[in-house]
């Protein structure tokens, strides 16, 4: 779990994640965009990066291409959906959404924002879906301190999901710790500085803090952290124990690099259970080693019900071999 504060002020960062940092279905024709899931086979790829190898891209997630999109702002507030069963398809919305409401579907839209966040969905509601979604924050004009925080951030849960989207340019492109997360793009990270203080915000394509019991689960999707060390590099996906155990956690089929390690996927003090990795690839196209100083950070192979299972190198001099905890 994640805290927030429900009206954030200029200044004020909703996000605890860096300061504990230690170094269902969508429309036919959205699911039809984007390749299916494909488990490449380990040690053989022939093929040489992430669009290449046909994992998510600017090219296949996103707006439909062809498609002509309305005009919708979200004014000083933003968009507040409190209906259930709410629609929003084919929108070019300048501002964020508040989704207090279950069962909400945000499709085949473009989001630009300069708040907290692209997509909140708000404590005790569920249901919501995010398909063929362009979520961009605006660098510089974002709530804190000119950055924006998440892409998209689940409070609630657990039937969430979030697919065929390209999203970029926030501290964290989604956090949450429940939900299912598939063939998504998440790229260009957003460097700022963390509200008040003098450091920049701690950088993760995906934040799961802990605390949830509920599954999330990360298939096939695209993670890339391209910001280095002196301005806030942490990592391409960042599950840990911060606000309570971890469980239940799923990272299955992704590409991923950058960050200081490109993954954290437990607990180094054994507050870990069900966390299953299994057949990633660890790409090293920022750092030589996936992330600045390797590929995992945190896990724990004793923990009850953990798996890590064929992760490799997908690129560069040690390209196949096989990743160890």
């Known amino acids: 779990m994640f805290t927030r504060q429900s009206n954030p002020t200029p200044g004020f960062i909703p996000l605890l994640a860096a300061l504990v940092l230690a170094l269902g279905s969508g429309s036919s024709s959205a699911r039809s965009a984007a390749t299916k899931h494909s488990l490449l086979p380990a040690l053989s790829m022939g093929c040489g990066d992430y669009v290449s190898c046909g994992f998510p891209s600017a090219v296949n997630t996103g707006v439909l291409k062809g498609t002509t999109l309305k005009p919708m702002s979200g004014g000083a507030d933003g968009i507040n959906i409190t209906q259930d069963g709410t629609v929003i398809d084919g929108a070019d919305i300048t501002g964020w959404i508040n989704v207090s409401a279950n069962n909400v579907t ?6 630009s924002t300069t708040g907290y966040w692209g997509i909140m969905l708000a404590e005790g509601y ?3 879906k995010v398909l063929n979604c362009t979520i961009v924050g605006v660098v510089g004009q ?3 301190n000119g950055g924006e925080d998440y892409g998209i951030a689940n409070y609630g849960g657990p ?3 979030i697919a065929y989207n390209d999203i970029s340019e926030f501290a964290h492109n989604f956090a949450g710790s429940n939900g299912y997360v598939h063939d998504n793009y998440m790229h260009d990270m957003q460097a700022f500085i963390y509200g008040t203080g003098t450091d920049y915000a701690h950088l993760e394509d995906v934040y799961d803090g802990g605390n949830d019991t509920r599954p999330l689960i990360l298939r096939h999707n695209t993670f890339l ?8 590099e942490t990592a391409a996906v960042y599950a840990t124990d911060d606000f309570g155990p971890l469980s239940n956690v799923t990272i299955d089929n992704n590409w991923m690099a950058g960050g200081a390690y490109a993954l954290y996927a437990g607990s180094r003090t054994g507050n870990s259970t069900n966390i299953h990795v299994t057949n990633n690839y660890f790409s090293t196209v920022y750092f030589a ?3 600045f100083y390797g590929p995992l ?7 009850s019900g953990n798996v890590f299972s064929t992760n490799v190198f997908a690129d560069g001099p040690n390209a ?6």
């Open 225 to 232: 952290d391209q910001v280095t060390g002196d301005r806030g």
């Open 320 to 325: 196949g071999q096989l990743i160890t905890p």
């Open 289 to 291: 080693n996936s992330g």
């Open 297 to 303: 950070g945190a896990y724990d192979p004793q923990g």
């Open 159 to 161: 039937d969430v999901e």
């Open 126 to 128: 569920s249901g919501l």
């Open 142 to 144: 974002g709530a804190d």
């Open 106 to 111: 945000i499709r085949n839209s473009r989001i």
